[in-house]
């Protein structure tokens, strides 16, 4: 079983840390996979990842090692992830996106321009039988709302799951692109749309989590591969005495540094070997989203972007630290087939409404009392409602979200009963000292 891979960018020094601290810097190379770093108290730590770029490191490099065989994957039908991570002003966005979706050299190309270029290229490569369709979805979590940047109205969608999809953001806009070109102008369109804003640390901070999301249907003869690629820019972790963030800007920092902390609780529990931890995916809309590239099936890839300056040397520790945890998540990515229309026709039909509504009932009278159920099956008659054949799977899912709801508060009373009792403990040391005293 393949773990995540995992690998750290340290950017080039900007001008402001140059002028506070010249050219010194925080790392010591050894190889290609792991180096030296030091941190605020001057103490030594070494990390080792699938690969390590340093400064002056090509795009094209970054793309190869960490995007290319997850391309190759989609296009054949397993899921993939490309996530960037780090700090506020760290190089996320330039990692992903190169100074511009459409204007730019070769050489300067984020790894989305090149991941639309290598997919159009496997598909022209792969063999003349196979037909394939490529659609394209832009959202954008933004205070906790799941935001359409293609359609703007669209600005609070809902993040659903089904047993044929996994986890989808439900009514998004998807956009069918046949080549690069088409699929470059939808993508800058988006991005046009994406919030951002000016902070000390950073002239264009993102201020929200972008994800680009590529579904390719890959068709031969009575076979159907589905390959879901999603590509996820990260805002940046910001700590508001060095970004000057107040008012609004400071709203959505702090919202930002909520779903990222939820998305490090996340990692913790998902790389605590041998123990059958809860996982708490739906304490934000990010690790929700997330939740199949994440623990799932996915082939999945964490950028870790960093400054190499002692300046940052605190953030850059705190974002390669929850790299080498990453590091230890395994992967569980496999085939999406699906199988013919004409083939699928002699399955049993789904069930009417009428029996789809008694499955419901009866499922709730596994956990509720039966006159709790009849008051409940009095009201669906009264208010008119009719469910379709996939209601008893969202009932489902709700009673998973309160239950996995119930088990996050039981966790957060259990954590905060414990730190009660260690300042009591204290409290009664101290105290027993006085009396000593007396």
Not at 230 to 246: F, H, M, N, P, Q
Not at 301 to 318: D, I, Q
Not at 354 to 383: A, H, W
Request: net charge negative; aromatic share 6%.
């Amino acid at each position: 079983m393949p773990n995540i891979r995992v690998c750290a960018l340290f950017r080039p020094l900007n001008s402001k840390e140059k002028s506070d601290h010249g050219d010194s810097v925080s790392i010591w190379g050894i190889d290609s996979e792991s180096f030296v770093f030091k941190d605020e108290k001057e103490e030594e730590t070494e990390f080792r990842f699938d690969r390590v770029f340093f400064q002056g490191s090509e795009q094209a490099d970054i793309y190869e090692f960490l995007a290319l065989p997850i391309v190759k994957g989609a296009v054949n039908g397993v899921n993939g992830a490309i996530i960037t991570y780090g700090q506020t002003g760290a190089g996320k966005t330039y990692s992903m996106e190169g100074p511009g979706i459409t204007n730019c050299n070769d050489k300067q190309k984020g790894i989305l321009p090149r991941v639309v270029d290598g997919l159009f290229n496997a598909i022209k490569l792969s063999d003349d039988r196979i037909t394939y369709k490529v659609k394209l979805s832009m959202v954008e979590i933004y205070m906790e709302k799941v935001r359409d940047l293609f359609d703007l109205s669209k600005d609070n969608l809902q993040i659903k799951e089904s047993k044929v999809q996994g986890i989808f953001v439900s009514g998004v806009t998807e956009i069918s692109i046949s080549d690069s070109a088409e699929a470059l102008q939808s993508l800058s369109r988006g991005i046009a749309n994406r919030a951002v804003g000016e902070t000390q640390m950073n002239m264009s901070s993102s201020r929200s989590h972008c994800l680009y999301t590529f579904l390719i249907q890959q068709e031969l003869k009575k076979e159907k591969r589905y390959g879901k690629l999603i590509l996820v820019d990260l805002a940046g972790s910001e700590k508001a005495e060095r970004t000057g963030a107040e008012g609004r800007v400071l709203e959505e920092a702090k919202t930002i540094n909520k779903s990222l902390s939820a998305l490090g609780n996340v990692i913790n529990a998902l790389s605590s070997q041998g123990k059958l931890n809860h996982i708490p995916y739906r304490d934000s809309k990010l690790t929700r989203i997330l939740q199949d590239a994440l623990g799932g099936n996915s082939q999945t890839a964490f950028l870790c972007c960093c400054s190499p300056s002692p300046a940052n040397a605190s953030e850059s520790l705190s974002t390669l630290r929850f790299g080498a945890r990453a590091k230890h998540i395994k992967a569980l990515p496999h085939v999406s087939l699906k199988e013919d229309e004409d083939t699928a026709s002699s399955e049993p039909q789904p069930p009417t409404k009428n029996e789809s509504c008694e499955r419901i009932l009866e499922k709730l009278g596994q956990r509720m009392k039966p006159e709790d159920v009849q008051l409940l099956e009095q009201l669906f008659i009264l208010e008119g409602i009719f469910f379709d054949p996939n209601s008893v799977e969202e009932v489902e899912l709700a009673y998973q979200d309160v239950t996995s709801t119930t088990i996050s508060s039981l966790q957060k009373a259990v954590q905060d009963l414990s730190t009660t009792i260690d300042e009591l403990k204290k409290e009664n040391q101290f105290l027993k000292g006085l009396i000593k005293s007396c």
